[in-house]
């Protein structure tokens, strides 16, 4: 299979609740790697996005050592990476701040990558890709039918002058979740993004109107709840986190989620089936330190799981 990902890469500069603190590759870094150590090596994962000069070299050797990432698309900018720094008061609860946010991924730089089995679209920064670009990947791959994954992310965050970011409203968000296979959104995002005070279940009514499939709201420890289009009939599955009690570093586990999810789904064609699995893998890697341990994420490869292996 090949699976192009676009979003930002950043460092994570992560202060524990005890103190302490690690600095590691983040943002689009967890979805490229995820996928990596899920699927074969004769996959293809094509990354689609820009790091600062001075930090490329250091992208390009962390992604070298897995065989089945095509850095063709990795391009360098004149600036900074954006380094986020990720404050907890406990394992779920944090401040976000992030400084040197890139410009936009151009257009130009997506089309060469898009004869792929699947998009992964991630909005690390909020400002990964402007929503012109959103429109022209959506009219470039309709005719193939290729299925377009939505991780919504920061797109629903400002920023401050201090850099911390916060939660607000987005005007265009019927524009950014429409004919899409799949939206995924936290709670805070969901809380967020309309600025209306809607239900789940009503949030999901108006995301699947708009010929997306399924909207996956991510929960932390209580795991993740599934809204899926079933003959125009809306379904609701609730999934609960495999050993949420084990959990010590939460940072980026939405990412693995959604890569975890778009893994199996391509084996699979099985939303549900896939959303389980992407349960597993996150509950795991909350487990892990920042992005370190990432290549223990290789136990789970998607061949080698079945359905009654992923059942909880």
């Known amino acids: ?183 995924q959104m936290n709670e805070a995002e969901t809380a967020s993004i309309t600025g209306q005070k809607l239900s789940d279940e009503q949030l999901a009514n108006q995301i699947l109107a708009l010929d997306t499939k399924a909207l996956h709201i991510t929960r932390g420890k209580l795991g993740s709840t599934a809204f899926i289009d079933v003959h125009k009939q809306i379904k609701r599955i609730d999934f609960p986190a495999f050993e949420p009690d084990a959990a010590t570093d939460t940072t980026r586990c939405g990412d693995v989620f959604g890569a975890a999810y778009c893994a199996y789904y391509l084996k699979s064609k099985d939303i549900s089936a896939a959303t389980k699995f992407a349960n597993r893998v996150a509950s795991f890697n909350a487990q892990l330190p920042g992005s370190q341990q990432i290549e223990k994420l290789s136990k789970f490869s998607v061949y080698d799981f079945s359905e009654t292996e992923i059942k909880l």
């Open 1 to 183: 299979m090949t699976i192009t990902v676009i979003g930002h890469p950043c460092y994570d500069v992560i202060e524990q609740p005890d103190g302490k603190e690690t600095q590691s590759p983040g943002g689009i870094f967890f979805t490229v790697s995820t996928f990596a150590n899920l699927l074969r090596d004769n996959d293809r994962i094509l990354p689609v996005f820009g790091v600062g000069k001075a930090d490329y070299d250091d992208f390009i050797e962390s992604l070298k050592r897995y065989p089945n990432v095509d850095t063709s698309g990795i391009f360098k900018f004149n600036g900074q990476t954006n380094r986020v720094r990720l404050t907890y008061s406990s394992n779920e609860k944090r401040i976000e701040c992030s400084k040197h946010i890139a410009e936009p991924i151009p257009w130009k730089k997506i089309k060469p990558y898009l004869e792929t089995d699947l998009i992964l679209l991630n909005m690390i920064s909020g400002f990964d890709i402007n929503l012109e670009t959103l429109d022209e990947i959506r009219m470039e791959v309709r005719d193939n039918k290729t299925p377009i994954y939505l991780d919504v992310h920061c797109l629903p965050c400002g920023v401050r002058e201090d850099f911390t970011r916060y939660y607000k409203a987005v005007e265009t968000w019927r524009r950014w979740l429409f004919m899409l296979h799949a939206v």
